[in-house]
């Protein structure tokens, strides 16, 4: 999931802004202009946009094709074909085009077709089978359950113990955070929350890091109601946006007002992102409220099925070791 997509939401978007990358929306969407940036969106079964409700409110696909499991009203796919599962008007679809209900006012520039057809000129252009891409986008489309697949995401890293080494620094009165640590196997955890409501509050205007190299970084909080307009200094939030989750475990609501850089795990509840605070990774939620885009960073780290022993663990066990071999030769002598 974090490498495939960059916005899964399993409820319904409203948007006035852009997704870079492939986007699956288990209920409806309303506006928003999907996969910015086709040729970087990693390989997928899916389609560039899937959409388990309706499709309205000027929202643009520029490629990769959609999947709608409702009406489409109103819209323009550029790029991609497009299976529609339920009537489609006023729109503009530059593929193949599949209409299960009725077309009304539609532009198409190849073939369509649907159970009947207004105000439209076909010339011939009707499509007589759904084609095998559409299939294939259309089987992926209910092929997983994205809302277990959060909720246990979230669950599993919220089960992680923080890494000792974990340490957030407050300064400036705290409007500087600043998170340290040093990973074991490439892997740092932080258990923020004891400190969640302090970190994210009015008065955090910035966010530092310094994490000796960790390729995968993991935030846990626990707040139900979570918002922060920091920014992240010494452009953090591009550089580190395939290696940070932040993990908002049983959050209701996160709102961000700053460019925000990692994946963001809200499974429970709704992400907003106000006007110019871009995403540097991912949204993963049940809803979303976006006004600034979400750019395509996808997850390049690793995520532990077990908590990962500290360097000072590994050290103690090495020790160990040694101590079981030493009484080991004793008994043989």
Known sequence: MLQQFNVVVTGDVNSTSHVDGRSYVGGNVVGGDYVQHPNDTPASAYAGLTVGGKLSGGAHVNGLGMVVGGDVQGITVNSGESYIG??????????????????????????????????????????GAPTATMNSTLAAST??????????????????????????DFSNG?????????????????????????????????????????????????DKNLSVSANFLGGSAQALGSKLIWNFAGAESVTVGATF??????????????SKAN??????????????????????????????????????????????????RRRKQ
């Open 279 to 328: 995403v540097e990774g991912g949204v993963f939620a049940k809803a979303l409220n976006q006004a600034a885009e979400i750019h395509l960073q996808s997850f390049d780290g690793t995520i532990p099925t077990t908590p990962v022993p500290e360097p000072e663990t590994y050290a103690m066990l090495l020790a160990g070791l040694g101590l079981v071999g030493a009484l080991a």
């Open 143 to 168: 092929s997983t359950n994205f809302g277990n697949v959060m909720t246990g995401l979230s669950s599993q890293l919220s089960a992680l113990h923080g890494s000792n080494t974990a340490q957030v």
């Open 174 to 222: 705290d409007h500087t955070v600043t998170f340290r640590g040093t990973a074991a196997n490439g892997v740092l955890v932080f258990d923020l929350t004891t400190l969640d409501s302090r970190i994210f509050s009015s008065t955090t205007s910035e966010f530092a890091f310094d994490l000796h190299g960790a390729s995968t970084v993991i935030f846990n909080t626990n």
């Open 261 to 274: 850089g990692g994946q963001l795990l809200v499974a429970d509840g709704t992400f907003n992102n106000l």
């Open 86 to 127: 339920g009537n489609v008007s006023s729109s503009s679809l530059s593929g193949n085009a599949w209409a299960v209900g009725s077309a009304d006012n539609v532009n198409f520039g190849n073939l369509i077709h649907a159970a009947s057809y207004n105000n439209m000129n076909l010339n011939g252009k009707v499509l």
